[in-house]
């Protein structure tokens, strides 16, 4: 699981949205992690320590002073644990920790904090908008912590305008890149996923079974470990992974264009889309109506995207993708040879199990060079984490490579 072995810390402010931690701490303890709750005075006005301690198992931090308190579990909370965060923090909040102040247990916390904070602010619109909490934002900032920007929409306050908490999973998504290995840091990876669209008229289009799964899957992944990602989607039905510049296409052409745009600056690219080989000739502009016995279509073959992009290298990891039915090795290799790969993943589509539409897949990793890396079957997550490393391995041999040769 996402955060099995990790230690978090979650503070609590005093505003409306305190009863959204709840559901965050739920999802990571869902997630595998350990929690610990710190709550502030005003906080507990909102929700009661009860309900967090019944969630974590664990005991909530309170109070600097009094019989409930541990000694120095204000120096050793903040630096035992593998990252914090502070949902909802408040103005208040936000304003003692940019001056250093320490006048409970939470800011306390935080002056003697070694680990990663990811700080999510919540409030009224107009205190947001306010000067000086976004100067405060910006020193914290300065100093290291990572802020995640409040959502828009209706406030508890009546007004309407940037201030909610984001939503829990969001929150879980930036906390992942915290604790993870940031193997990727500085990396443009771009990403293709999702079936394309091919018109045959306004309302009837030629596409496939492709859901987007596995390539939306390996940009959270990268996302995670530190790239900068970009996502070209086919028409897919799944949220924009966290962090992430998606760019949503219809059609192969479109593909093509997007890709292409962006492939120089990219130092990998993913070709997890399933991309229509065929679209029809000629694209009627109006419906077409019923009424005749027997129709034929005319299908013109689409370009291949990687045979387009991927001779013109420089430098960049090409990542393929390939759907069989039969003869799995053979022909991922073949099509490794023709579109330029350095490597390429097969995968069974006969499998009900692996492939189109489902939650896993069972995938071998084949390199240009050395041996096939057969795996079990995994959630597209585990796969794209399997594929990740593949790219980051062989980064390191070339850059062991360029140092050797240097
Ligand atoms: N691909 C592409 N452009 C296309 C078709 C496919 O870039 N027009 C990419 C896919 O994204 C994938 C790889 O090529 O990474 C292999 O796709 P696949 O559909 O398995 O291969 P095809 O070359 O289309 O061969 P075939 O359909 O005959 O098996």
Same mark, same amino acid.
């Given at each position: 699981?996402?955060?099995?072995?990790?230690?978090?810390l979650?503070?609590?402010?005093? +505003?409306?949205?305190?009863?959204?931690?709840?559901?965050?701490?739920?999802?990571?303890v869902?997630?595998?992690?350990?929690?610990?709750?710190?709550?502030?005075?005003?906080? @507990?006005?909102?929700?009661?320590?009860?309900?967090?301690?019944?969630?974590?198992?664990?005991?909530?931090?309170?109070?600097?002073?009094?019989?409930?308190?541990?000694?120095?579990?204000?120096?050793?909370?903040? &630096?035992?644990?593998?990252?914090?965060?502070?949902?909802?923090?408040?103005?208040?909040?936000?304003?003692?920790?940019?001056?250093?102040?320490? $006048?409970?247990?939470?800011?306390?916390?935080?002056?003697?904090?070694?680990?990663?904070?990811?700080?999510?602010?919540?409030?009224?619109?107009?205190?947001w908008?306010?000067?000086?909490?976004?100067?405060?934002?910006?020193?914290?900032?300065?100093?290291?912590?990572?802020?995640?920007?409040?959502?828009?929409?209706?406030?508890a306050?009546g007004?309407?305008?940037?201030?909610?908490?984001?939503?829990?999973?969001?929150?879980?998504?930036?906390?992942?890149?915290? *604790?993870?290995?940031?193997?990727?840091?500085g990396?443009?990876?771009?990403?293709?996923? +999702?079936p394309?669209?091919? $018109?045959?008229?306004?309302v009837?289009?030629?596409?496939?079974?492709?859901?987007?799964?596995?390539?939306?899957?390996l940009?959270?992944?990268?996302?995670? @470990?530190?790239?900068?990602?970009?996502? *070209?989607?086919?028409?897919?039905?799944?949220?924009?992974?966290?962090?992430?510049?998606?760019?949503?296409?219809?059609?192969? @052409?479109?593909?093509?264009?997007?890709?292409?745009?962006?492939f120089?600056?990219?130092?990998?690219?993913?070709?997890?889309?399933?991309?229509?080989?065929?679209?029809?000739? &000629?694209?009627?502009?109006?419906?077409?109506?019923?009424?005749?016995?027997?129709? &034929?279509?005319?299908?013109?073959?689409?370009?291949?995207?990687?045979? &387009? *992009?991927?001779?013109k290298?420089?430098?960049?990891?090409?990542?393929g993708?390939?759907?069989e039915?039969? $003869?799995?090795?053979?022909?991922? @290799?073949?099509?490794?040879?023709?579109?330029?790969?350095?490597?390429?993943?097969?995968?069974?589509?006969?499998?009900?199990?692996?492939g189109?539409?489902?939650?896993?897949?069972?995938?071998?990793?084949i390199?240009?060079?050395g041996?096939?890396?057969?795996?079990?079957?995994?959630?597209?997550?585990?796969?794209?984490?399997?594929?990740?490393?593949?790219?980051?391995?062989?980064?390191?041999?070339?850059?062991?490579?360029?140092?050797?040769?240097?």
């Amino acid at each position: 699981m996402l955060f099995t072995g990790k230690r978090i810390l979650v503070g609590v402010s005093g +505003g409306i949205a305190a009863y959204k931690a709840a559901e965050l701490v739920r999802r990571l303890v869902g997630l595998g992690a350990r929690v610990k709750v710190v709550m502030t005075r005003s906080a @507990r006005e909102f929700v009661g320590p009860l309900t967090f301690q019944a969630l974590t198992g664990e005991k909530v931090a309170t109070a600097m002073f009094g019989p409930e308190s541990e000694p120095l579990e204000h120096i050793s909370l903040g &630096q035992e644990v593998d990252a914090i965060v502070l949902a909802p923090a408040t103005a208040n909040l936000i304003g003692k920790l940019a001056a250093g102040l320490g $006048d409970d247990l939470l800011t306390t916390i935080m002056l003697a904090a070694t680990k990663p904070v990811l700080l999510c602010p919540a409030m009224n619109v107009e205190m947001w908008a306010n000067p000086v909490v976004q100067q405060n934002l910006a020193r914290l900032q300065g100093r290291g912590i990572t802020l995640m920007e409040p959502a828009s929409g209706p406030l508890a306050c009546g007004a309407v305008g940037l201030g909610r908490l984001p939503e829990p999973d969001l929150i879980v998504e930036a906390l992942a890149r915290l *604790v993870s290995p940031q193997d990727l840091a500085g990396r443009k990876v771009l990403v293709t996923a +999702g079936p394309t669209h091919e $018109d045959f008229d306004p309302v009837r289009f030629l596409t496939n079974r492709s859901s987007g799964k596995q390539g939306y899957a390996l940009a959270r992944v990268a996302w995670r @470990r530190g790239a900068e990602v970009t996502l *070209v989607s086919g028409p897919s039905s799944l949220a924009a992974p966290y962090g992430v510049n998606r760019i949503m296409v219809r059609s192969a @052409r479109d593909m093509l264009a997007a890709v292409r745009e962006r492939f120089a600056e990219a130092d990998v690219l993913l070709m997890a889309a399933a991309v229509s080989d065929y679209r029809p000739t &000629q694209a009627e502009i109006l419906k077409i109506k019923r009424g005749r016995e027997n129709m &034929q279509f005319h299908l013109t073959q689409n370009a291949d995207i990687l045979k &387009q *992009v991927a001779p013109k290298k420089t430098g960049q990891i090409v990542v393929g993708f390939a759907a069989e039915t039969h $003869d799995l090795e053979s022909e991922a @290799r073949r099509k490794m040879r023709e579109k330029h790969l350095d490597l390429i993943v097969a995968n069974d589509v006969n499998r009900p199990d692996s492939g189109f539409q489902v939650d896993t897949n069972e995938v071998t990793i084949i390199p240009r060079e050395g041996d096939p890396i057969p795996l079990p079957l995994l959630s597209k997550e585990e796969v794209a984490d399997k594929i990740m490393d593949a790219v980051a391995g062989l980064w390191q041999a070339r850059e062991r490579g360029s140092a050797a040769g240097a």
